[in-house]
């Protein structure tokens, strides 16, 4: 009689033991990754990440979509130090829809993490680098670009009106995607983020020859912003308006911005347009 009460005490707490191993591990969230924001075809796609409680033996699944359609999927070991890398070649007929992708990894049915990213289906007329930003008497920041159909000519601050200002050069129209370092330029109020104003150009810098174009953010993580923004053809100059540049400069209340942006707008409202909505 002791003997069997003795059994169900250690079952039950061998029991109790497993659940809360299991509730730590689906507690967790997978860090997830990838080695770009945006890929072309024949481009090799990397998911790294990292997950705190490891299970001997279980891989992670790493799954990549478009929309609700599965395109690829693999199973990768996980180290023992809890990182983990999948490889997938951006080819084939699965590759066809130009877009945003999503990569989902799962470790068990509640441990998972996921990113997106963005692919299209061909090179040409595509260039990507950092651009150093310029800060008045204090060095300078880059701003990570992807530019489809034209190029990226300068990158410039506007103290004035907590903004940035690219000249481009499109030949077709296409997009430009930014890869914004929150510390030096972000839209943000009480902590909490708020949508950039985005203004396009195809004379010059003049007010009245902007227009307000929608954007998408494409990824959003603690260290950036990455934003993609269509363009047209023969568009010559993108501000971003944000609502905070730098340390040192500070940040102003975003009903400031608005108001500010909106006295533009009523100021050239005969010759305003506004696109992609």
């Not at 009460?5 to 029991?15: A, D, G, K, P, Q």
């Not at 009903?255 to 305003?272: D, E, G, N, T, Y």
């Given at each position: ?9 250690t ?6 033991s497993?659940g ?10 997978i ?13 090799y ?9 490891i ?19 693999a ?7 809890g ?13 066809e829809?130009?877009?945003?992708y999503?990569a989902?990894?799962?470790y ?15 090179m ?14 204090s060095?300078?920041?880059?701003v ?6 034209g ?5 410039e601050m ?10 481009t050069s499109m ?8 890869k914004?370092p929150r510390e030096?330029?972000?839209a943000q109020s009480?902590?909490t ?14 007010a009245e ?13 603690s ?7 269509p ?7 993108v ?6 540049v ?16 909106s ?14 909505n």
């Amino acid at each position: 009689m002791y003997n069997n009460r003795f059994f169900c005490i250690t079952l039950l707490t061998v029991i109790f033991s497993i659940g809360i191993v299991f509730q730590t591990a689906e507690a967790d969230a997978i860090s997830l990754s990838s080695n770009n924001d945006v890929y072309y075809s024949e481009d090799y796609i990397v998911i790294f990440g990292s997950i705190e409680t490891i299970f001997e033996n279980v891989p992670i699944t790493v799954q990549i979509y478009h929309d609700s359609t599965l395109v690829e999927v693999a199973q990768v070991p996980v180290a023992k130090d809890g990182t983990f890398a999948a490889t997938f070649n951006a080819d084939g007929t699965q590759w066809e829809e130009e877009g945003t992708y999503s990569a989902r990894a799962f470790y068990t049915a509640n441990v998972i993490g996921e990113i997106t990213f963005e692919f299209y289906n061909q090179m040409i007329d595509k260039s990507s680098a950092a651009f150093p930003v310029n800060i008045p008497n204090s060095g300078t920041f880059d701003v990570g670009y992807t530019i489809r159909g034209g190029d990226v000519r300068d990158i410039e601050m506007n103290m004035e009106r907590y903004s940035i200002l690219i000249q481009t050069s499109m030949d077709t129209s296409g997009n430009l995607i930014l890869k914004l370092p929150r510390e030096s330029f972000d839209a943000q109020s009480d902590g909490t983020d708020e949508n950039f104003i985005v203004l396009v150009s195809k004379e010059n810098t003049s007010a009245e020859n902007f227009a307000n174009v929608g954007y998408e953010e494409v990824g959003t993580g603690s260290d950036y912003r990455t934003i993609r923004i269509p363009l047209e053809e023969d568009d010559k100059w993108v501000e971003v308006i944000g609502t905070y540049v730098i340390p040192e400069f500070g940040s102003i209340a975003i009903i400031i911005l608005v108001v500010a942006v909106s006295s533009a707008i009523i100021m050239s409202k005969s010759k305003f347009s506004v696109r992609y909505n």
